[in-house]
């Protein structure tokens, strides 16, 4: 069983193997839905980009509905998969990110996650192992290509945006039932703990093609742990909602990562219904 934890619980170590096993799948492991013009780490960005807009976008969409939690579980067990693949070893796991910039909290270090962009040179990431001047992380895949070739963030200039606080998740964890309606689990919880932070970040993490900063699966795996903790506060509440009669959206439906007649990004097929506990899935939390 695989063991996530919080990034700030790691050690030195810990965090090298996760940070060199990213640069091993952005550059040394093929891409399998466009060979030779990206790498395998990017095949997850272009799976997040299909799944909002361009020419290979499919339907039906895992944002803004009840299929949220469940698509990107899926995505990040494989991206998880892929890491101990490439790197040759079963004790990477995909941290998490409790939205805390404060001291240890933050995962935004030179030796970890690198910094905040640099407005002179368009907001490039100009310190960690992600910074393009590094040579190791080169962006392939953008909203409207071609694009920066560099990793761009741009903390909190967005207005509408914020790092939700403690009581800001409790409040969301309080709600119910799972779906639909403005106050619904998933509703608020996308809506206000999942955006604020990608616009927050910016840069990249405010495109469809967020998953090119990888504080994008640190940011989702917390919101994955948050849907355990909601079904535990919650027992009387169904885990997922619509469970029948949901045209595509219900616990009987198959989750979708490819178009028709595109290739698929990786091998299994996964119903809503198999996602709901993450011990099947091969990995826990503490």
Request: hydrophobic content about 35%; aromatic content about 12%; overall charge negative.
């Amino acid at each position: 069983m695989d063991t996530r934890q919080n990034h700030s619980q790691m050690s030195s170590q810990q965090k090298k193997a996760f940070v060199d096993a990213v640069l091993l799948l952005k550059n040394n492991v093929d891409s399998v839905l466009n060979p030779g013009a990206q790498k395998r780490y990017d095949d997850f960005v272009q799976v997040h980009k299909n799944a909002m807009m361009g020419p290979d976008m499919f339907m039906p969409m895992p944002h803004r509905g009840p299929l949220f939690f469940p698509w990107h579980r899926i995505m990040l067990r494989q991206f998880e998969l892929e890491l101990q693949k490439a790197a040759n070893d079963t004790t990477i796991t995909i941290p998490y990110w409790d939205w805390d910039i404060s001291g240890s909290s933050t995962p935004f270090t030179t030796d970890f996650l690198g910094g905040d962009g640099d407005v002179a040179q368009s907001n490039r990431v100009i310190s960690g192992p992600f910074a393009y001047s590094q040579g190791n992380f080169e962006i392939r895949v953008w909203d409207s290509s071609p694009g920066d070739v560099g990793l761009r963030r741009e903390f909190g200039d967005d207005p509408t945006s914020y790092l939700p606080t403690a009581p800001d998740v409790a409040s969301v964890l309080a709600k119910t039932p799972y779906s639909p309606g403005p106050n619904s689990w998933e509703v608020t919880s996308e809506g206000g703990l999942h955006n604020p932070v990608h616009r927050w970040i910016g840069g990249n993490m405010a495109d469809a093609t967020s998953p090119n900063d990888p504080v994008f699966f640190l940011h989702h795996c917390y919101l994955d742990l948050l849907w355990e903790r909601w079904k535990t506060q919650h027992p009387t509440s169904d885990p997922y909602l619509p469970t029948s009669g949901g045209h595509g959206l219900d616990l009987a439906s198959k989750l979708v990562f490819n178009k028709t007649g595109r290739p698929k990004p990786w091998t299994g097929t996964w119903k809503v219904q198999d996602t709901l506990n993450p011990a099947a899935l091969g990995y826990s939390y503490v």
